[in-house]
């Protein structure tokens, strides 16, 4: 696994994520420039994502879909804040209804940062949201999902234990 | 159990965090109480209703709604003559699941990346 670091804070509400690679940052900035390759590792396989506009300049905003095993559609919106090839990029992602229009409070930055040595690239994301709503909305799925599976998870294992 | 591990280890004091531990875990030992924790947390389940999923008495749901408070698991508000039971979502219980969940989505996404990488290098 190319993940080096994890890195969460509580309180800032962000999570920092560092991998390294064996590419240079050149090559790793078109992993993000480029619609066609962003496609191919920003959905997971079950959501696979469709860029519709995509252009790293500062101002710029980029909108994509994210096609659900039933059809459904997440679609999302990034504001590009600051771009400087191949090293740095800054943007907030907002979560758009099923209208396409912003969702309240859906919104969370994305900061990455690419520095290159000796043919290894090492890439970090900070992935923050802006307010505890904003994180509320994420989990709505993810909370409840996550506490199901552990308590899935105990019951063999206690049950095992009391046998 | 780590996350629930961690939460608590965040927020007592160590002494306290040892007992707290083994009232956690002490709740989370009983299948009935785990399955309590699954229904709960929309908060609408009074503890009479909860009691009419399982073989007990009110009474004795009453018991095991009372360990799972002691844990902080769950908390209980009065609505008219019922109980209504809530599972407890502690703010920073929530903080981590949500950066979890997160952290989840990054790895998956790294993956992805680093087998784009492969994938192209073998092409050239």
Redo the contacts between chains.
């Keep these: 696994m190319p993940v080096t670091d994890v890195e969460k804070d509580l309180d800032a509400l962000t999570l920092t994520i560092t991998a390294e690679f064996g590419a240079d940052a050149e090559r790793l900035w078109e992993l993000w420039a480029d619609p066609r390759q962003l496609e191919r590792w920003w959905g997971p396989p079950s959501h696979p994502s469709t860029f519709v506009e995509h252009e790293l300049t500062a101002g710029a905003r980029t909108t994509y879909f994210m096609t659900g095993p039933d059809g459904e559609k997440h679609h999302g919106r990034w504001r590009i804040e600051e771009v400087d090839p191949p090293h740095r990029l800054h943007m907030t992602d907002d979560e758009l209804d099923d209208q396409g229009k912003p969702a309240d409070g859906g919104a969370t930055g994305m900061t990455v940062t690419i520095a290159e040595a000796d043919g290894t690239a090492t890439m970090s994301i900070q992935t923050h949201f802006a307010d505890r709503e904003s994180m509320e909305q994420t989990i709505e799925t993810g909370f409840e999902q996550g506490m199901t599976e552990m308590l899935n998870k105990l019951d063999p294992l206690l049950g095992a234990a009391r046998a | 159990?780590l996350?629930y591990n961690q939460m608590v280890v965040?927020k007592k004091p160590i002494r306290e965090d040892e007992r707290a531990t083994d009232l956690l875990f002490g709740a989370?030992?009983d299948?009935i109480r785990?399955d309590i924790?699954?229904r709960a947390?929309e908060g609408r389940l009074s503890v009479s209703a909860l009691a009419r999923e399982h073989p007990i008495s009110v009474t004795a749901m009453q018991k095991h709604v009372a360990v799972l408070e002691r844990a902080e698991l769950v908390s209980k508000h009065r609505v008219g003559r019922e109980s209504i039971v809530h599972?407890e979502?502690d703010?920073?219980l929530?903080?981590?699941?949500?950066?979890?969940?997160?952290?989840a989505?990054?790895?998956?996404?790294?993956?992805?990346?680093?087998q784009?990488?492969e994938t192209d290098k073998g092409d050239n």
């Design positions: 159990m996350t965040d989370l030992a299948p785990r924790l699954r947390h599972t979502a703010a920073l929530r903080a981590r699941a949500a950066l979890d969940r997160l952290e989505d990054w790895r998956g996404r790294i993956e992805r990346m680093d784009i990488l």
